[in-house]
């Protein structure tokens, strides 16, 4: 069995005021994102080709996907999850002072190693 513990956990700063930290395996990783210093406007949307699950473990959100005409924004807040299938274009828009996601992913993002 491995422990992560939080508080031992690297924190990279993809953004500002944006804290992430991760735990993966061989198959499947899973990031604490905390934003802080909210609200804060949505930051540019991104895509990639991973499964991605996301907890909404405090604050609340709109979680956007896609563009254009095919936009959706759902205001999403603590206990609500959302599928995000792989290449939908998506990003979140901060709407309280301070927000945590827990994001799964699969398979694991070699990006954030």
Do not use: W
């Not at 540019?44 to 907890?55: A, F, L, M, N, V």
């Not at 828009?93 to 699969?106: G, H, K, M, N």
């Amino acid at each position: 069995m491995t422990i992560f513990k939080y508080s031992e956990m690297d924190v990279a700063t993809p953004a500002p005021n944006t804290l992430r930290r991760q735990a993966y395996t061989e198959n499947v990783m899973v990031t604490v994102v905390d934003f802080v210093n909210g609200p804060s406007p949505a930051a540019p949307p991104h895509r990639h080709p991973h499964e991605q699950i996301t907890y909404i473990a405090a604050g609340q959100v709109n979680f956007i996907v896609g563009e254009g005409d095919g936009q959706t924004v759902d205001l999403v807040e603590a206990g609500d999850l959302i599928v995000v299938p792989p290449d939908a274009l998506h990003t979140v828009e901060v709407l309280s002072e301070a927000a945590r996601l827990i994001d799964c992913f699969y398979p694991i993002r070699e990006d954030f190693l």
